[in-house]
């Protein structure tokens, strides 16, 4: 469990803990985390409350919010 400043965007919370890598591409499984930070490109996408492709630089942080690694365009690993 990591812990931030509930409304502070959730990729702000994530970087404050180390966390870079916020989802794989589907392709090549090549890592990708905060990019343009405006919510303009999908870098920082992830599965957040079980919903895919939110974006985590401009999502505010909410207690109790369920935050995952996103792979492609889905929660699992793909082969």
């Given at each position: 469990m990591l812990?931030?400043?509930e409304g502070e965007p959730i990729a702000t919370a994530l970087?404050?803990?180390g966390?870079?890598?916020h989802?794989?591409?589907a392709k090549t499984h090549e890592p990708r985390?905060?990019?343009c930070a405006i919510g303009r490109c999908t870098d920082c996408v992830m599965i957040v409350d079980g919903k895919p492709n939110i974006r985590t630089c401009i999502t505010p942080?909410?207690?109790g919010m369920v935050v995952q690694t996103q792979y492609g365009v889905s929660a699992a690993p793909q082969k």
């Open positions: 812990e931030g400043y970087k404050a803990a966390v870079m890598a989802r794989y591409t985390g905060v990019f942080l909410e207690a």
